[in-house]
T-cell receptor, first 119, second 111 residues
Framework: GAVVSQHPSWVICKSGTSVKIECRSLDFQATTMFWYRQFPKQSLMLMATSNEGSKATYEQGVEKDKFLINHASLTLSTLTVTSAHPEDSSFYIC???????????????FGPGTRLTVT | QKEVEQDPGPLSVPEGAIVSLNCTYSNSAFQYFMWYRQYSRKGPELLMYTYSSGNKEDGRFTAQVDKSSKYISLFIRDSQPSDSATYLCAITKAAGNKLTFGGGTRVLVKP
């Protein structure tokens, strides 16, 4: 159980275009999903917290107009990188927090990641 | 000072040895502790999570938490080449809050 998928796993786009990445919880409902970015040989950097049905909360220094997050259902969140530039090339990973009755859960399960290369 | 410190390694051990990993944190408000394993170009995989001080065992993995010292550890017994990966500690202040990750320790288990 607790499987999270991401699509696409790898994408190459030209500078100035937009790219959408999907994150799905396959066998559980996730009221909260998180989006991370990871550069080579570095740890995960939280970009934003996405709650189903409400606006995402962005971390300091992350441009909300550039990284658009939509969490329209309990199993799907999307990250759109708008007007991508080469410096946006990175490994983007989502995670989903397991929703539990009676209170919040602290277990987060991660997707396999999406490698974005902007040329 | 970073909220969570973790030795980046690499930590190289022979097959069958015990792998010892640790993280220190600075804020006593952190209450929940997790260890993730990440293979190259893959998403992190949850290995262990714990709330209280003490030991928690799951197969070859043992997680230790010492809240008084703000120190957490992960031990891997009978290490295998397939354990070669980057191990990340993650902590959070309350259930459901965002995770704060350590920098990760790269582990190499040599056959």
């Amino acid at each position: 159980g607790a499987v999270v998928s991401q699509h696409p796993s790898w994408v190459i786009c030209k500078s100035g275009t937009s790219v959408k990445i999907e994150c799905r919880s396959l066998d559980f409902q996730a009221t909260t999903m998180f989006w991370y970015r990871q550069f080579p040989k570095q740890s995960l950097m939280l970009m934003a917290t996405s709650n189903e049905g409400s606006k995402a909360t962005y971390e300091q220094g992350v441009e909300k107009d550039k990284f658009l997050i939509n969490h329209a259902s309990l199993t799907l969140s999307t990250l759109t990188v708008t007007s991508a530039h080469p410096e946006d090339s990175s490994f983007y990973i989502c995670s989903a927090r397991v929703s539990s009755d009676g209170g919040a859960s602290y277990e987060q399960y991660f997707g396999p990641g999406t490698r974005l290369t902007v040329t | 000072q970073k909220e969570v410190e973790q030795d980046p390694g690499p930590l190289s051990v022979p097959e069958g040895a015990i792998v010892s990993l640790n993280c220190t944190y600075s804020n006593s408000a952190f209450q929940y502790f997790m260890w993730y394993r990440q293979y190259s170009r893959k998403g992190p995989e949850l290995l262990m999570y714990t709330y209280s001080s003490g030991n928690k065992e799951d197969g070859r993995f043992t997680a230790q938490v010492d809240k008084s010292s703000k120190y957490i550890s992960l031990f891997i017994r009978d290490s295998q080449p397939s354990d070669s990966a980057t191990y990340l500690c993650a902590i959070t202040k309350a259930a459901g809050n965002k995770l704060t990750f350590g920098g990760g320790t790269r582990v190499l288990v040599k056959p």
